[in-house]
Structure formats: structure tokens, C-alpha cells
């Protein structure tokens, strides 16, 4: 059963330019969510996506948008990078419904895209 | 606005020794789950322990076990008999609701595990 797929792994961008980060989510999972983590901090919830919409939304500006395709697969794009922007970017997949409807609590991370931004 | 607080950055045990790592949130909701999720040098989060507020018993996960503490807010992780494997960062997380996996996961700063031989 394949877990979650990040790609790319590392990712190294200049100041001002426009990058984009793929996301495929766990087997019998139909939602993703996307994290940034900052070095030495722990994820910031960026957004979600289910139903190919945007569901629910962190404090982030709009340079930050994605995308859910007819396959659950994700994509994360970053406009007007900053060098802020440099982080561990995380995909978690889950299963929308309700608990005890066939919907577990469980959030399956990838491995993260590595974005240094210079 | 719920928050997460591990107030030790760091922490370091003797291998086969027990340690304990600390975890505070605050929240209004009567409904919730926390998690402990360990993150290893492979960046990936792997879930350790859950814990759903509604159920007074402490969840336990062979070597790993949680302290709930529901009116004090506070939901600590201990780890026995040490591991060189445990190493790792180590987060605590805060999800609301009573949903699956539509509610976003509040996470901590996490601290830092060192397992010495």
C-alpha cells in the first residue's frame, strides 16, 4: 500500500521566481493537506484540499495556492519567492469522512520537498 | 486559536531508561484529539500515539505511553526503555473536531530526543 509521495525531494530557487511542489496521497485517502516547517519549528498548517476546492486555509498570503486534481493528487505553488519562503514543505493525506464511518483519525505525511530559497 | 506548547527544546536519555516529554495546549472545545508524532532525521511524520479527550484512559502504545490530563491541559509522552531508534524530533499536535481528516493539525515546536549508548 503506497504511503505518500512528495516530489521533488530538494528544490533550490532565486528570489522572485515561481515553484511548484506535487503531492500523491496515500491509497483510500481523498484529502491533502499541506505544512510548512521552518527549520527548528514544528508544521504550520497552510491549507487543505478536498473535492479538488479549497476547504479550509492557514495564515498564509495568496502566493500560496494549489490545486487538487480528479486523482487526489496535489500541487503546492509558491509565486514571488521570498527567502522566507525556505522550509520543509510536508503533504498530509486523510480520508474526509466521519469517524466510525469508515474514517480513521489518520493522517499520513510524506517525506516533505526540501525548498531553499536563495 | 488553539496552541500547542512543548516547553523542552531538548531532551537526552540513557538507553533502556525511561524519559518523559512535555506537552501543554489550550483550546475551548470539549472535543479533540492530540497526537505525538515522531520526526527522524528522513523528515518523515510518523504517528506515535493518539489520544481521543473523550476517554479518561491514558492510550499506550507498547513502549510509549501518554499522561492525559484534561483539566490541566496537559498531555505528556513517556518513553521506557529507551531506544536508539527513538531518537528524533518529537512533536505534539491538536486536532478539534469530530470529524476524520477534514480538521487541520496544530503542532507544537517539538523537542529534540538524544538516546545515548
Known amino acids: 500500500d503506497a504511503g505518500v509521495t512528495q516530489s521533488p525531494t530538494h528544490l533550490i530557487k532565486t528570489r522572485g521566481q515561481q515553484v511548484t511542489l506535487r503531492c500523491s496521497p496515500k491509497?483510500?485517502?481523498?484529502?491533502v493537506s499541506w505544512y510548512q516547517q521552518a527549520l527548528g519549528q514544528g508544521p504550520q498548517f497552510i491549507f487543505q484540499?478536498?473535492?479538488?476546492?479549497?476547504?479550509q486555509r492557514g495564515n498564509f498570503p495568496d502566493r500560496f495556492s494549489g490545486h487538487q486534481f480528479p486523482n487526489y493528487s496535489s500541487e503546492l505553488n509558491v509565486n514571488a519567492l521570498l527567502l522566507g519562503d525556505s522550509a520543509l514543505y510536508l503533504c498530509?493525506?486523510?480520508?474526509?469522512?466521519?469517524?466510525?464511518?469508515?474514517?480513521?483519525?489518520?493522517?499520513?505525511f510524506g517525506s516533505g520537498t526540501r525548498l531553499t530559497v536563495v | 486559536a488553539q496552541t500547542v506548547t512543548q516547553s523542552q527544546p531538548e531532551m537526552s536519555v540513557q538507553e533502556a531508561e525511561t524519559v518523559t516529554l512535555s506537552c501543554t495546549y489550550d483550546?475551548?472545545?470539549?472535543?479533540?484529539?492530540l497526537f505525538w508524532y515522531k520526526q527522524p532525521p528522513s523528515r518523515q511524520m510518523i504517528l506515535v500515539i493518539r489520544?481521543?479527550?473523550?476517554?479518561?484512559q491514558n492510550a499506550t502504545e507498547n513502549r510509549f505511553s501518554v499522561n492525559f490530563q484534561k483539566a490541566a491541559k496537559s498531555f505528556s509522552l513517556k518513553i521506557s526503555d529507551s531506544q536508539l531508534g527513538d531518537a528524533a524530533m518529537y512533536f505534539c499536535a491538536y486536532r478539534g473536531g469530530t470529524q476524520g481528516g477534514s480538521e487541520k493539525l496544530v503542532f507544537g515546536k517539538g523537542t529534540k530526543l538524544t538516546v545515548n549508548p
Open positions: 489520544q481521543e479527550a473523550y476517554k479518561q
Open positions: 491509497s483510500g485517502h481523498d484529502t
Open positions: 483550546t475551548s472545545e470539549s472535543d479533540y484529539y
Open positions: 498530509a493525506s486523510s480520508f474526509y469522512g466521519v469517524v466510525g464511518q469508515g474514517a480513521d483519525y489518520g493522517y499520513t
Open positions: 484540499y478536498y473535492e479538488e476546492e479549497e476547504r
